[in-house]
Structure formats: structure tokens, C-alpha cells
């Protein structure tokens, strides 16, 4: 695995998306919810961090996939 460029909320994110026990996998994703929730607070006043904000973006959406498809959460976002 490369290293991670965010590690403060990529880590919790990254063993979100390779947990595969159903009950952990919850207790991962809202950890990595709220890893990424503090970080958008801390950075929220700077206007830069823009590759970070973009990463962000994408993982808060691969984690909403993976709540939907894994955990059966409905899907807030239908296309």
C-alpha cells in the first residue's frame, strides 16, 4: 500500500473499505465519518487544502456506496 497523503482520515477510511465483517463495518465507516468530519472542521476556515477537499468529496461518497450496498442504508441520493 502506498503511502497515504491525508493519513488522519485516509487510515480509518482505508480499513473501512477493507473491513468485511458486517457489524464492524458500520462501527468503521462512522469512525471514518467522523475522522473526516473533524479534519473538514480544522480546514474549514483555509482556502486551501483543494486536492484534500477533492479527496474528501470522493471518499464521503465511496462511503455512502458502501453504506448502501453493504449495510442496506437507503439511498438519500437516488439518480
Given at each position: 500500500?502506498?503511502?497515504?497523503?491525508y493519513p488522519?482520515?485516509?487510515?480509518?477510511?482505508?480499513?473501512?473499505l477493507?473491513?468485511?465483517d458486517?457489524?464492524?463495518?458500520?462501527?468503521k465507516?462512522?469512525?471514518?465519518?467522523?475522522?473526516?468530519?473533524?479534519?473538514?472542521?480544522?480546514?474549514?476556515?483555509?482556502?486551501?487544502?483543494?486536492?484534500?477537499?477533492?479527496?474528501i468529496?470522493?471518499?464521503v461518497?465511496?462511503?455512502?456506496?458502501?453504506?448502501?450496498?453493504?449495510?442496506?442504508?437507503?439511498?438519500?441520493?437516488?439518480?
Amino acid at each position: 500500500m502506498s503511502e497515504l497523503r491525508y493519513p488522519e482520515w485516509q487510515k480509518p477510511y482505508q480499513e473501512a473499505l477493507l473491513e468485511t465483517d458486517k457489524q464492524q463495518l458500520e462501527a468503521k465507516i462512522h469512525f471514518a465519518e467522523w475522522k473526516i468530519f473533524q479534519r473538514l472542521q480544522t480546514i474549514s476556515a483555509d482556502s486551501d487544502h483543494h486536492g484534500e477537499r477533492s479527496a474528501i468529496a470522493d471518499a464521503v461518497n465511496a462511503l455512502g456506496v458502501l453504506k448502501r450496498d453493504a449495510l442496506n442504508y437507503p439511498d438519500w441520493n437516488p439518480h
